[in-house]
């Protein structure tokens, strides 16, 4: 418990194991971030806060945080570019439970999926994964009352290019702007929260960007607003 305004640099800001049951009050976390994936794999979760226990927020503000990027690749094999990290405010790990009270969550983002360049000979090219969640990402236990989920991006999808057509593919883009809700069989409990002007990631050119740009709930997943 306490009171304060931390800052990082160019890392998360918090952490909380599970088995650890933490309540923060009258916080401002703002700038944190995760490194940028290199090609064929992906950045940490959680750009501000990654929760793996029981974290309680009170009055608190998580803004402008944000998950690493996916680097591109260029390679004349296989080329698959790196895939950006989930949760852009907060990764609320399937362990977790998480309670926000009187709390915004604003202009945070995830970052986008590395392009792969095959150079004209690779069989295959796979664009990276832009992040989900931009706001929130929650596999856990999540509880939002009073509270505003504004302003989060999902990153983009990489793109594909110079490949054989063998195997050539975009990434996934990135869904759940304000909040993804992944596969999670506990609660989701919001109320008396404003939710808006969060978006999805697009794909390359005039391609449909992703799903649920205010809050997606998606693989067996389920939620009562």
Known sequence: DGSGTPTSGDSRIFQVDAGNTVT???????DGATADAAPDTTSDPGGGILNAGDLTLIDCIVTHCRTGDGEDSANASIAKGGSAGNGGGIYNDAAGALTLLRTRITFNNTGSGGDADGLGTADITVGGDGGIGGGIYNGGSLSISQSTISDNTCGDAGDSI????LGDAFGETGWGGGIANFISNQALVIEDTTIARNRTGTLKGDFDGGRGAGIA???ASSATL
């Open 24 to 30: 923060m009050y009258n916080l401002t976390m703002r």
């Open 217 to 219: 709930i998606v693989f």
């Open 162 to 165: 110079n490949g054989r057509g």
